[in-house]
């Protein structure tokens, strides 16, 4: 069972806001709405609440990204795994043959493993610790034809929220530049969420000519929280 696993220091479950610290109260607030099985255990680094995708939003990304999938395209690559809200979500969709989850951070991957325990998805999940780019050209190399990639990559830091137009170039510590051109090396088929404020110029600059991508908001309380580009054939119904 997922409670008899041993969390590091810097993983905790706060059980009450008296426990949490003040830069991510705002975040334990809505902890039902990032995981509505929080209170079954899930575990976050303090930093990790920043990145999590509330769980509404990851389900619809994952039902999205299922009916997209071109055929014979089974393998799902969350490249940037986090505390695992969408690698959980696109685990339970049951589309894929396959989920690979990769996650740089050892604390924040096992969190990630935890919480996919919590969901009942862990069987469906395999897991990699490291840099996703290398992950990619060497252990999963010969999975390319068969997977569509998501990568929901850090942005570099709440600052974010106050651009007007969020400029893809400078993010970091990853442009989309290196994003893109990174993952078509591995396959055309990729969907990258990103702020809901992306310039959409730059976005349009890698869609191969003649082609169209898609791009889709995601909205909470009527408020959008991010954006997803889907690149390659992959064509969202709306």
């Not at 999940?125 to 999975?143: H, P, R, V």
């Not at 990568?151 to 600052?159: D, E, H, N, T, Y």
Request: hydrophobic share 40%; glycine share 6%; with cysteine.
């Amino acid at each position: 069972m997922a409670d008899t696993d041993v969390a590091p220091p810097e993983v905790h479950h706060y059980n009450s806001i008296e426990e949490v610290p003040w830069d991510i109260q705002n975040y334990w607030a809505q902890r039902h709405r990032i995981f509505s099985q929080y209170d079954d255990g899930v575990w976050l680094t303090d930093d990790a609440w920043f990145g999590v995708t509330p769980e509404p939003v990851a389900n619809k990304i994952a039902a999205h990204l299922a009916e997209t999938a071109p055929a014979g395209r089974c393998i799902l690559v969350d490249c940037f795994a986090g505390a695992g809200g969408n690698t959980i979500a696109f685990a339970k969709s049951g589309k894929w043959k396959r989920v690979y989850a990769i996650e740089k951070d050892p604390a924040v991957l096992q969190c990630a493993q935890h919480n996919a325990k919590i969901y009942g998805v862990d069987n469906k999940i395999t897991w990699f610790e490291g840099d996703c780019f290398q992950i990619l050209k060497n252990q999963l190399k010969d999975l390319a034809p068969y997977s569509v990639i998501f990568a929901s990559p850090p942005w570099g830091g709440p600052g974010y929220r106050s651009d007007e137009v969020f400029n893809l170039r400078t993010m970091e510590p990853y442009s989309l530049e290196t994003l893109y051109k990174e993952y078509s090396l591995f396959t055309p088929h990729m969907a990258l969420y990103l702020p809901r404020t992306s310039n959409v110029k730059q976005l349009a600059k890698f869609v191969p000519e003649g082609r169209k991508a898609e791009v889709m908001h995601y909205c909470m309380d009527g408020h959008s929280k991010a954006l997803c580009i889907f690149y390659g054939d992959l064509t969202v119904q709306q």
